[in-house]
């Protein structure tokens, strides 16, 4: 069984960083913030993954995500 959040867990913190690293001092005022909300919900991401395996039948806890076709 595959969830489709995990991906998160990758592109949220990638896809922000590079967006500050852009930004630069335009993100100033707002960007500890942002960052901070991204890790946050990176936290939660994982920990909402962490606890539908746990939730799973023991032979199916195994995550599985196709990267490469």
């Avoid at 852009?22 to 994982?46: E, P």
Wanted: avoid cysteine.
């Amino acid at each position: 069984m595959t969830s489709e959040n995990l991906v998160y867990l990758i592109a949220l913190p990638l896809f922000s960083s590079a967006l500050l690293m852009l930004l630069g001092r335009k993100a100033d005022k707002w960007g500890h913030i942002f960052a901070t909300l991204i890790s946050a919900s990176t936290f939660v991401i994982g920990a909402m993954e962490f606890f539908a395996m746990i939730d799973r039948p023991e032979a199916s806890r195994a995550a599985t995500f196709l990267v490469f076709t």
